[in-house]
T-cell receptor
Framework: GEQVEQRPPHLSVREGDSAVITCTYTDPNSYYFFWYKQEPGASLQLLMKVFSSTEINEGQGFTVLLNKKDKRLSLNLTAAHPGDSAAYFCAVSDTGNYKYVFGAGTRLKVIA | DAGVTQTPRHEVAEKGQTIILKCEPVSGHNDLFWYRQTKIQGLELLSYFRSKSLMEDGGAFKDRFKAEMLNSSFSTLKIQPTEPKDSAVYLC??????????FGSGTRLTVL
């Protein structure tokens, strides 16, 4: 079945620096890709949903890149600020398949 | 719009007790998931319902964990009997036809 590897497990950056989190997956049929943010003591909040047909997706303060050839999904926080400090999880699913596979998470700390 | 509602937020149980966690999915969603989240294991799927029918019962969690969905707007997760290793955050999530997962705030369970 699908396997998702997320790197790095921990990341510390200074305010204003960029932060990059990457997930690699194994199933070439994966169709939906998600990034979630989880602040301490809170639940998972959807950051962005990506379809397999879209390679570059821009959100507020971040960019999500999907490289289907390398089966790699990345989240790039362009100018991190302390409010970005949280755990980030990627998730991958097949079309209409309930089996969402989550990465192990990245704990990001942004130092002011 | 109301999101996924979980109660209680915190639960403390003695070893051997029975506890019941509750979840109300997003109105109109037909998929409901129960996950367990720990730092070591990450997100583990416990149960999955589609249109109130149990589709996945979480394999290794079948023994003491039982999820039910009596109607489309309410689900429970019963753990009986509880063990200290069950201490974790239990997350309920819902979606429409296996698209974007929306998570509740979770129930933090501590078993003494």
């Amino acid at each position: 079945g699908e396997q998702v590897e997320q790197r790095p497990p921990h990341l510390s950056v200074r305010e204003g620096d960029s932060a990059v989190i990457t997930c690699t997956y194994t199933d070439p049929n994966s169709y939906y890709f998600f990034w979630y943010k989880q602040e301490p003591g809170a639940s998972l909040q959807l950051l962005m949903k990506v379809f397999s047909s879209t390679e570059i997706n821009e959100g507020q303060g971040f960019t999500v890149l999907l490289n289907k050839k390398d089966k790699r999904l990345s989240l790039n926080l362009t100018a991190a600020h302390p409010g970005d400090s949280a755990a980030y999880f990627c998730a991958v699913s097949d079309t209409g398949n309930y089996k969402y596979v989550f990465g192990a998470g990245t704990r990001l700390k942004v130092i002011a | 719009d109301a999101g996924v509602t979980q109660t209680p937020r915190h639960e403390v149980a003695e070893k051997g007790q029975t506890i019941i966690l509750k979840c109300e999915p997003v109105s109109g969603h037909n998929d409901l998931f129960w996950y367990r989240q720990t730092k070591i294991q990450g997100l583990e799927l416990l149960s999955y319902f589609r249109s109130k029918s149990l589709m996945e019962d979480g394999g290794a969690f079948k023994d003491r964990f039982k999820a039910e969905m009596l109607n489309s707007s309410f689900s429970t997760l019963k753990i009986q009997p509880t063990e200290p290793k069950d201490s974790a955050v239990y997350l309920c999530a819902s979606s429409f036809s296996a698209e974007t997962l929306y998570f509740g705030s979770g129930t933090r369970l501590t078993v003494l």
